[in-house]
């Protein structure tokens, strides 16, 4: 299996910050590193793919980055809307693995 | 516009068979690249794939549910079913069908989830 670890796990912020959340992986993942946003009783949604590719639809403060086994997703200025939980999964493998999960809360 | 939607039981006692239909609308589990499964989501936990079927009758399977998963896909009804033996209270998750293309290989399409608890 490639275990995806994401830090922090939760972070408190305020809205017009700027929020970095990383992912690491156990092996390079050549690319293959996608981000999803989920609120609270809802599905997640596809954020970022291919580690920089952002979703039609997805507003431009959101930004990832990152090669190897180390990849960050950025939020250049944190609205209301964008408290929620985000997870990296990698496709890389057929058998997908995602990260823990980082809780982005209202400081 | 592209849809997908679960259906099935809500609650499973342990040692039954679970069986999840997702019915979707928009594409075609024909096209090349495409594949429809499933990923699920245990009460406050993180995101867990469970498996996917491909348009070529390829299937691939969380390691941990080999042996009682299985994907099977109608591609002129527009769906594909997820079957689960022997489930234990463990299993308890929201279940949610998604869809992926080669491009972007990510799940770019989900359906709003179905909550199956297993408990006697």
């Known amino acids: 299996d490639i275990q995806m670890t994401q830090s922090p796990s939760s972070l408190s912020a305020s809205v017009g910050d700027r929020v970095t959340i990383t992912c690491r992986a156990s092996?390079?993942?050549?690319?293959?590193l996608n981000w999803y946003q989920q609120t609270p009783g809802e599905a997640p949604k596809l954020l970022i793919h291919?580690?920089?590719t952002l979703q039609s639809g997805v507003p431009s403060r959101f930004s990832g980055s990152g090669s190897g086994r180390e990849f960050t997703l950025t939020i250049s200025s944190l609205q209301r809307e964008d408290f929620a939980t985000y997870y990296c999964?990698?496709?890389?493998?057929?058998?997908?693995?995602f990260g823990q999960g980082t809780k982005v809360e209202l400081e | 516009q592209i849809t997908l939607k679960e259906s099935g039981p809500t609650l499973v006692k342990p040692t039954q068979t679970l069986t999840l239909t997702c019915t979707f609308s928009g594409f075609s589990l024909g096209t090349n690249g495409v594949a429809v499964g499933w990923i699920r989501q245990p009460p406050g936990k993180a995101l867990e794939w469970v498996g996917f079927?491909?348009?070529?009758?390829?299937?691939s399977y969380r390691p941990s549910l080999k042996g009682r998963l299985t994907i099977t896909k109608d591609t002129s009804k527009h769906q594909v079913v997820l079957t689960l033996t022997n489930v234990d209270p463990v299993d308890t998750a929201t279940y949610y069908c998604v869809r992926r293309d080669r491009i972007p290989a990510a799940a770019d399409y989900w359906g709003q989830g179905i909550l199956v608890t297993v408990s006697s």
């Open positions: 291919a580690t920089s």
């Open positions: 999964q990698q496709s890389y493998s057929t058998y997908w693995t």
């Open positions: 079927i491909y348009w070529d009758d390829d299937e």
């Open positions: 092996q390079s993942l050549s690319g293959y």
